[in-house]
């Protein structure tokens, strides 16, 4: 069964940082490309960044610069570290990635960026 289990995500400042994480189960971690989605208030779903398993990376405009997306294949986890967050990145953050053609999700973590 693949799980997807986020966290780190909370209420910080506008400028501040947060750290996501992302634990998976059930999939072969270390050939799988994962990403990190997210959904703020009335918005579509939209990629943030993802990272394939040879640890390249790709990530949307308005957070490149300021995103760092990683991956531990020993702990089986995906990270996505925020800096210099902005009132517009708040959201909440999903875990995806594929297996056997299905895609699968995380139940999400919410970000909120206020003052």
């Known amino acids: 069964q693949v799980r997807l289990v986020e966290s780190g995500g909370g209420l910080v400042q506008p400028g501040g940082s947060l750290r996501l994480a992302c634990k998976a189960s059930?999939?072969?971690?270390?050939?799988?490309?994962m990403g990190w989605y997210r959904q703020g208030p009335g918005k579509e779903r939209e990629l943030v960044a993802h990272?394939?398993?040879?640890?390249?990376?790709n990530y949307t405009e308005s957070v490149r610069g300021r995103f760092t997306i990683s991956r531990d294949n020993v702990r089986r986890t995906v990270y996505l570290q925020m800096n210099s967050l902005r009132p517009e990145d708040t959201a909440v953050y999903y875990c995806?990635?594929?297996?056997?053609?299905?895609?699968?999700w995380g139940q999400g973590t919410q970000v909120t960026v206020s003052s």
């Open positions: 059930g999939i072969n971690f270390g050939i799988n490309t």
């Open positions: 995806n990635t594929y297996h056997r053609f299905r895609e699968y």
């Open positions: 990272i394939s398993s040879d640890h390249s990376t």
